[in-house]
């Protein structure tokens, strides 16, 4: 654990307070309002921590854009390929223990061992379908 920060907190709350996964950029449009000594490097450099803690997830989308949440239980993501929303998709306890175990099984295949693991589902969303 870092030491703390009023950024830190503010960075950490908010991604904890927020469903939209938001990029390093919305972030800080968002907190500048609240702080508005607040810089884009300090936003970075707080998500980077945050995430090497553990504190948080960075989801590496298919445009290049990370995206950040603020929700570590495990879940799934979908991000859809038109507008680059991301989603959280929540299975029941039995159905991750399952996705877990086959994963295992998979990197045994491969002679090694799972430490973790993320998955991002890409498709289209309802609203682009539309």
Same mark, same amino acid.
Request: hydrophobic content about 30%; proline content about 2%; charged content about 30%.
């Given at each position: 654990?870092?030491?703390?920060? &009023?950024?830190? #907190? ?8 927020? &469903?939209?996964?938001?990029?390093? #950029? #919305?972030?800080? $449009? ?7 000594? *607040? ?15 553990? #504190? ?8 290049? *854009? ?9 879940? *799934?993501? %979908? ?17 991750? &223990? ?5 994963? &295992?099984? $998979? ?9 973790? %693991?993320?998955? *991002? ?10």
């Amino acid at each position: 654990m870092k030491k703390y920060s &009023k950024q830190r #907190e503010a960075i950490i709350n908010s991604l904890k307070n927020r &469903k939209d996964h938001p990029t390093a #950029e #919305e972030l800080f $449009l968002d907190l500048k309002n609240k702080m508005p000594d *607040i810089g884009i490097a300090t936003i970075y450099r707080n998500l980077q921590n945050l995430y090497q803690d553990g #504190e948080i997830t960075k989801i590496k989308t298919k445009c290049g *854009i990370d995206r950040y949440d603020g929700n570590i239980k495990p879940h *799934i993501h %979908f991000e859809c390929i038109k507008c680059g929303n991301v989603s959280d998709i929540w299975l029941e306890d039995e159905q991750m &223990k399952k996705i877990d175990n086959d994963i &295992k099984i $998979l990197t045994k295949q491969i002679q090694a061992h799972q430490e973790d %693991f993320s998955i *991002i589902i890409n498709g289209i969303c309802r609203n682009c379908r539309r």
